[in-house]
């Protein structure tokens, strides 16, 4: 069975850091391209990184330069490290392996002004 289990979301002020933990089970990791999706409220969601097999990286723009997506093939772990936080990044956070598409619970990121 398919789990992907996100941690280290938050409350965080801005311009602060968090950085994003995605462990996967159930799937082949090294073999999936991988994302990270968000839903902020009221929003539809959006998605805001992917990381290839072979670790190429793309960024919705308005993160480009402050969030830097990575993975670990051997713990079977995604991160998303996320720099200068902004009030409008606030949102849930989601784990998404791809394809096709698995989700994990989404974990919730605050950032506060």
């Known amino acids: 069975q398919v789990q992907l289990v996100e941690s280290g979301g938050g409350l965080v002020q801005a311009g602060g850091s968090l950085r994003l933990s995605c462990a996967a089970s159930g799937i082949i990791f090294s073999g999936r391209a991988m994302a990270w999706y968000r839903q902020a409220p009221g929003k539809q969601r959006e998605l805001v990184a992917t990381?290839?097999?072979?670790?190429?990286?793309s960024y919705v723009d308005s993160v480009k330069g402050r969030f830097a997506i990575s993975r670990d093939n051997a713990k079977s772990t995604m991160y998303l490290q996320m720099n200068n936080l902004k009030p409008e990044d606030t949102a849930v956070y989601y784990c998404?392996?791809?394809?096709?598409?698995?989700w994990g619970q989404g974990t919730q990121v605050t950032v506060s002004s």
């Open positions: 990381i290839g097999t072979g670790g190429g990286t």
């Open positions: 998404v392996a791809l394809y096709p598409m698995a």
